[in-house]
């Protein structure tokens, strides 16, 4: 219990708060590589999924990324995350699980 109290503070001390203007792209499938490697938390705005197949809006206090980072699937359409007007998100990497959980950070986080 105490080891995860600790981990929980360091990555919260460590998590990046990124704004974003209206019609800006957050997030694209077609980019591939860094973006795939981040979890992305709506703090205040709203986003718009835009692929070939639907529209889809996200909210404050959801989040997107968990698919292709944790679980690594591989979404099979391409789209794009847009936001609809000044948006804030919350951002974790890759690279921050690893320094404060570890390697082996999928296997945690699914299986604890």
């Known amino acids: 219990m105490f080891v995860w109290v600790v981990v929980k503070l360091n990555l919260a001390s460590l ?4 704004e974003y203007e209206k019609n800006e ?4 499938t077609k980019n591939g590589g860094d973006e795939l490697k981040k979890i992305f938390l709506v703090k205040s705005g709203i986003l718009e999924i835009v692929s070939n197949q639907k529209r889809r809006c996200i909210y404050p206090k959801d989040y997107f990324g968990i698919k292709e980072m944790i679980m690594k699937i591989k979404e099979e359409n391409e789209y794009d995350i847009v936001s609809i007007d000044f948006s804030s998100i919350y951002i974790i990497t890759q ?3 690893i320094n404060s959980i570890g390697n082996n950070y999928t296997e945690i986080i699914l299986f604890s």
């Not at 792209?25 to 694209?28: D, E, K, P, R, V």
């Open 25 to 28: 792209c957050i997030f694209s």
């Open 95 to 97: 690279e921050m699980l």
């Open 15 to 18: 998590i990046i708060v990124e």
